[in-house]
């Protein structure tokens, strides 16, 4: 009996540790320091905001006399309306053009980037390597830098003041081209791509039916930056433009401010104003956040 005992006790396993092992744990201080930090950075970013945010519910003269960080009497709702209603509504043109330039451009440079990222990426072809630097080239070159030569381009075939002044120049970004061909080299398959060409599937439909869904995290984030950059954009039209009806709403608002001197209700307006303009680049990363973040979850899934 007591050798069958021994025999079973030699062959029962051994007890499951009570405290599975751990990695390494950051140390109190580390972690206090790093929330400090990040919070630090976040007043940083978000102080601005809240100052818009309070500004923009204040009355002329409680602009000027109350503290700027905190709130007076609410007159937000008044503010808007008069926005709304200044120069028989001109603000209203001005933020769709934002929105239609912004958008429409944003759309288009994402599809021409993404597949100009993927051509480089895929094909092989003489001189593919001096274009992808001119490419890089182009990232480096300042928005300025490029304002004059544009519109000398754009007058000498008499396309200034018009809404392709603003959007044609738009559609353009390097820095999209330089990104989706990162990002093509190393999500798009080449055996993939392969298997598509055995089975007769041509080039235009193997990128639309395949390639831009294994790219979509990247294109999500050329429409974002694309996005914010041609909204915020300020130069260019005011280069290019002299119609107010064509200003985006960037360059409208500039408009009211340089005129603060002459009429201070400007000063309050041109701040709801702000206040608005910044809502629709909120709402487009919101959308847009959900499909970036599952595009980079399936892609870390499959690799």
Known sequence: MSLLTDTAGAHAPAPASKTAPRGPR????????????????????LLPVFWLVV????SQGDLVDTFGLWFSDMHLIDNLRALFAKQDGVFVPWLLNSLLYAGAGAAVGTLLSAMAGYALAKYRFRGREFLFSV???????PATALALPLFLLFAKVGATNTFWAVFLPSIVSPFG????RIFAAASVPDELLEAARIDGSGELRTFFTMAVRLMSPAMVTIFLFQFVVIWNNFLLPLVMLQDDRLYPVTLGLFTWQSQVSRDPSLQ??????SLVSVVPIVITFLVLQRYWKAGLAAGAVKS
């Open 26 to 45: 950051e140390s109190r201080l580390s972690v206090a320091v790093a929330t400090g930090f990040l919070a630090v950075i976040a007043v940083y970013m």
């Open 135 to 141: 490419v890089l080239g182009g990232v480096l070159v």
């Open 177 to 180: 081209v330089y990104l989706s």
């Open 55 to 58: 500004s923009a519910t204040k």
């Open 268 to 273: 309050i307006l041109s701040l709801t104003g």
